[in-house]
């Protein structure tokens, strides 16, 4: 066993215990895959991260991320949580942008130095376009919800593979109440326009198979962000600047800034370390 320099991280909140939290281990070489994934599971987040050299020439450093259970080759809210803890450990980008290696390739990062939050580049969608008849259907019963409640479904898969409703209202966002056996073995994301003056523009929660396959839902979720991002700004449901509300229903309170710039969707916000010292891994 060996000791190694370790945070865990709040994501998409600047005030500690309202967004997402994500253990990293910052001196993961030597670890095996098994090891990794018994330190996820024994974390009991929702993702824990493993910091590597990169072996790309063009990353600042290598990421592998797990979940209970298995590796994921990207999510959001651990890119984010990761690049934090890398740069308060001494990280120096070679460039301007931070540049992450993980399963789906390299990830761009910016970091505004003023207020110390960070953004990442979504990732293309490995599948997207509507859903077919029968996984609506599936999801719409799962979901203990009316079909008309449903203004637009799509693939959002990238890595995690969300299936995506668009509900009418924030409102009907926060009041369902899924069916966890019926959700089983899927990644679902909901999401919700407030009304103008609300709280955020976007209500969204997050629903995966967490540790031993029982129904989770995740505070604040960035790849689910990152998708949801491409696709309602891309078919002009949302404008190219919008915030999404997380983890309301959980008594988070995450907030997510989603934009369109430089022919990328930027998803960011704000990152606070809890907790900082060592694990003995």
Not at 27 to 32: E, I, N, R, V
Not at 53 to 70: L, N
Request: charged residues 20%; negative net charge.
């Amino acid at each position: 066993m060996t000791q190694r320099r370790f945070a865990q991280v709040d994501v998409f909140t600047d005030v500690p215990l309202l967004g997402n939290p994500v253990a990293v281990v910052l001196d993961s070489d030597g670890l095996s895959t098994e090891q990794m994934q018994a330190f996820c599971d024994w974390t009991n987040l929702s993702e824990a991260t493993f910091v590597l050299p990169p072996t790309d020439p063009a990353a600042d450093y290598r990421v592998r991320i797990f979940c209970p259970g298995r590796e994921l080759p990207f999510a959001g809210h651990p890119t984010l949580g990761t690049c934090h803890a890398w740069l308060e450990a001494g990280g120096e980008p070679k460039g301007g942008e931070i540049v992450q290696q993980c399963g789906v390739g390299l990830v761009a990062i910016r970091h505004d130095a003023a207020t110390g939050r960070l953004a990442f580049a979504a990732p293309p969608r490995q599948r997207s376009g509507p859903l077919d008849d029968v996984d609506v259907a599936r999801l719409v019963a799962a979901l203990r919800i009316d079909l008309d409640e449903v203004v637009a479904h799509e693939w959002c898969d990238n890595g995690p593979g969300w299936r995506a409703l668009l509900l009418r209202t924030a409102d009907a966002v926060l009041a369902v109440s899924p069916d966890p056996a019926a959700l089983a073995g899927l990644d679902v994301g909901i999401a919700g326009p407030h009304p103008a003056g609300g709280p955020a523009d976007l209500e969204v929660r997050a629903f995966f198979p967490g540790n031993g396959g029982t129904l989770t839902e995740d505070p604040v979720t960035g790849s689910l962000n990152a998708a949801l991002g491409q696709w309602l700004i891309g078919s002009g449901r949302l404008p190219e600047r919008y915030t999404a509300r997380q983890g309301t229903a959980l008594g988070r309170d995450g907030r997510v800034s989603v934009e369109l710039a430089d022919g990328d969707v930027w998803v960011g916000g704000s990152s606070v370390t809890v907790l900082a010292g060592s694990a003995d891994l």
